[in-house]
Nanobody, 114 residues
Framework: QVQFVESGGGQVQPGGSLRLSCAAS??????HHWAWHRQAPGKQRELV?????????MYARTVEGRFSISRDNSKKTVSLEMNNLKAEDTGIYYC????????WGQGTQVIVSS
């Protein structure tokens, strides 16, 4: 059974930082590219960042220079380091393989507010 468990969200002030983590199971971790998505209130889910099998990252223009995606193949985890957070980064963050599979975790909520 494929399972993604996201953690690390919380509430921070603008300019703050958070580190999200995703633990994957039931899937051959090293054979996939991975991604973080987010869904803001009232909006569709959007792609935030991806990381290839070889560790090459790519970012949405809205987060480039502020977010950093990484993977640990030995632990089967994908992380997202988020710095200089803005109010528009608020949302529920999800990890998934890339291209996106059918299974989704519960996500972890990020609230950026003063």
């Amino acid at each position: 059974q494929v399972q993604f468990v996201e953690s690390g969200g919380g509430q921070v002030q603008p300019g703050g930082s958070l580190r999200l983590s995703c633990a994957a199971s039931g899937i051959p971790f090293t054979l996939h590219h991975w991604a973080w998505h987010r869904q803001a209130p009232g909006k569709q889910r959007e792609l935030v960042a991806t990381i290839s099998e070889g560790g090459r990252p790519m970012y949405a223009r809205t987060v480039e220079g502020r977010f950093s995606i990484s993977r640990d193949n030995s632990k089967k985890t994908v992380s997202l380091e988020m710095n200089n957070l803005k109010a528009e980064d608020t949302g529920i963050y999800y990890c998934n393989i890339y291209p996106t599979g059918d299974d989704w975790g519960q996500g972890t909520q990020v609230i950026v507010s003063s």
